[in-house]
Each structure stands twice: as C-alpha cells, then as structure tokens.
C-alpha cells in the first residue's frame, strides 16, 4: 500500500511516500525560515498562505521522485493537529479532497504522534513498550508507549515547551529565528561559568518546567557586558540545564516504568547535546535509547506517512470532513 503522507501543521511543508513493505519511498519539505525570519517568528496568516503556494507543486514532486503516478497511491495521511488552524487546514482540505477525487481512503495523523514514530523510519527501529521523551517547539512530554496508540502520559511541561524556551532564550542572545539549532552552535563556543537551576528535578514527578530557565538566562545576561564570549557562555549553561534536567526525568520515567527502552524524538532531539546526555545516561542505566536521524527529528512527512499507513492499515480512516483540531490530546486516539 503506497500512503501519501502530508504535513503542514507550522512552518514546514512537507509530503512522503511510504510503502507499508518497501519502507519510505520519496520525501520533501520545504521550510519556510526565510519568510518568518524577518519576523523573529512565526506569522500563521504568512504561514497558511505559504502552504497553499508550495503544498501541489511538492505532491508532484514526491510523485515523480517515486516514480509513481496518482493512481498508485492507495491512501492519504495529512496532519489534523494540534497545529495552527490555519495552516492545519491547507494539509487537511487538500488531502481530503485528493482522496475523494481518486476515491482512496484518508487518515488524520496527530503531529507528536508521527514524532513518537519517527524512529520506526530507522534501520534498526524500536520495540515495543517503551517510554517516549516528545520535545518539540510547542510540546514537551514524557509518556509510557505499550503500542500505537496505547499512550499514557508520564509528565509534561507545566509552561514553556522545550523548544519554545531555546527558541525564546535565542531571540534574547540576539540570534536570529529558528532560535534553536542557532543557540546549540553558540553552545559550542561557550565555557562553564554560569550555574543554572535543574527545574523540578528535586521533587518527585516527571513534569517539566522551562519558563524560569529563561529568567535566569536575562539576569545572566544583564550581569554581563553582553559579548559576544558571554552570550557563548550563557547559551552553554542554558544548553546544559535543559539537557541535564531533560536526561534526569528521563532516568527517573524508566526507574518507575520499569522499561529499558527510551525513544526521543521531536525538533529539540536534533540538539547533539541532548542526545549525548541522554545516550550516556541510557547506558549507565542498561536501557538503549532510539533516535530518529536529524531530518527525521523536526517536522517532515515521512513520520506523517508512516503513522497515517499504520492506522489505514489497520483499517481505520477518516469520513469526509475536512478534520482540524489545533489542540488534540493525544491520549484521545484510538489503539490500534
Ligand atoms: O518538532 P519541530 O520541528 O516542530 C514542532 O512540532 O514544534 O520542533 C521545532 C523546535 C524549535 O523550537 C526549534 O528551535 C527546535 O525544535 N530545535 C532545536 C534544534 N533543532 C530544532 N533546539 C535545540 N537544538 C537543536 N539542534
Ligand atoms: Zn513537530
């Protein structure tokens, strides 16, 4: 079964194809940085303007990498949410349409679902159960995985996503939107100088809080002539605090789990920092940790393909609403 997969719930607009035996097919993305950038952020009414622009011209595209032609395609799997609305409903209207015209089934596809699969996409994937750290611009979560599906929430963040708190951390340093990946390349060049609070790890639970990381981050940087060596510094301690507070939740969400495995996923574990942290604690903890590749960490529509080819395949599918919901929990979706 080839499944289309379609994703434009942000800034990205990206279609795959994934072949429930042959693996992933084709994918593409177009990111829309350059758009947003002069924003500092971004604009959703710019951001839904956008994926109408680029959201055909890159389904043909996909085909034609794949060799296919329309009528190959046996399924349609778009991002419903959460999301911004507008955005959300380019992918969704198109979508819905395309299988209505070729009279195929379509599937709405949760976003952080089709991050928590993402590492299916990988050579050696991950087996079930296991416990899923999801960290994202708009979400951090930690959750008990028995099966797709089958998600239980272990802890989230009480304010500011992960990637939200670098993203907001950057635009303090004077980095330029996306603050992230940015922020992490100033790490770099940055010494230990700056101790920085590990929020909410010296109580029990697994929730997270990020909002105050970037107070401290502001004093920090008032106490300072504000050089370009004390930005360095200061994005170093600020790195190392999300990763080490990140790495002890998740040790702890394995101790009460009892699981062995752990899968993170989500832009934010695209951060080199963040994965050695967490692949030297999974070690000393006798658990293996599962990463999807870098391109596979921030939005794309391969994990969209994949999580939508799953649920078709077990029969489910959507009716012919046009399905959009910019918030879904995710402990709402059905099992498998
Ligand atoms: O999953 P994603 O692409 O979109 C959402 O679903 O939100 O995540 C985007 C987030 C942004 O906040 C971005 O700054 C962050 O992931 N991000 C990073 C890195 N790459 C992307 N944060 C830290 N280090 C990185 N290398
Ligand atoms: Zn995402």
Redesign the pocket.
């Known amino acids: 079964m080839f499944v289309l997969g379609i994703e434009t719930?942000?800034d990205?607009t990206a279609v795959a194809v994934y072949h429930a035996n042959r693996g992933l097919i084709a994918h593409t993305l177009f990111s829309q940085v350059a758009t947003h950038a002069e924003y500092g952020g971004v604009v959703p009414e710019l951001a839904s303007r956008d994926h109408i622009r680029k959201l055909v011209p890159l389904l043909k595209t996909v085909l034609v990498d794949a060799s296919l032609q329309f009528g190959d395609i046996q399924g349609i799997a778009y991002t419903a949410g959460p999301g911004l609305m507008g955005s959300l409903l380019v992918g969704a209207a198109t979508a819905r349409s395309l299988a209505w015209t070729w009279q195929i089934p379509a599937i709405a596809v949760h976003?952080m679902e089709g991050?928590l699969l993402a590492p299916m996409l990988e050579e050696v994937p991950p087996p079930f159960p296991f416990v899923a750290l999801l960290i994202?611009?708009?979400?951090t979560m930690l959750i008990e995985v028995q099966g797709i599906g089958n998600y239980r929430l272990l802890g989230e963040s009480l304010d500011d996503?992960?990637?939200?708190a670098?993203?907001k951390t950057?635009k303090m340093l004077g980095l330029d939107y996306?603050?992230?990946?940015r922020?992490?390349e100033l790490a770099n060049q940055g010494r230990p100088r700056f101790k920085f609070p590990r929020p909410m790890t010296d109580r029990p639970g697994l929730d997270f809080s990020f909002s105050g990381l970037k107070t401290f981050a502001l004093n920090a940087l008032h106490e300072t002539e504000q050089s370009p060596q004390d930005k360095a510094d200061i994005a170093f301690a600020f790195q190392q605090a999300v990763a080490e507070t990140l790495t002890i939740k998740c040790r702890r969400a394995l101790q009460l789990s009892g699981l062995k495995t752990l899968v993170v996923a989500?832009?934010?574990s695209?951060?080199?920092e963040?994965r050695w942290q967490l692949s030297e604690m999974a070690d000393s903890a006798k658990a293996k940790v599962y990463f999807p590749r870098p391109d596979f960490?921030?939005?794309n529509g391969a994990m969209i393909a994949y999580a939508g080819a799953q649920r078709l395949m077990a029969g489910q599918t959507q009716n012919l609403e046009i399905f959009a919901r910019p918030r879904w929990p995710m402990e709402q979706l059905p099992q498998l």
């Open positions: 719930s942000c990205e976003h991050h994202s611009g708009g979400h996503a992960a990637g939200e670098f993203d950057a996306p603050g992230g990946p922020l992490a989500g832009g934010v695209a951060n080199r963040i960490c921030t939005d």
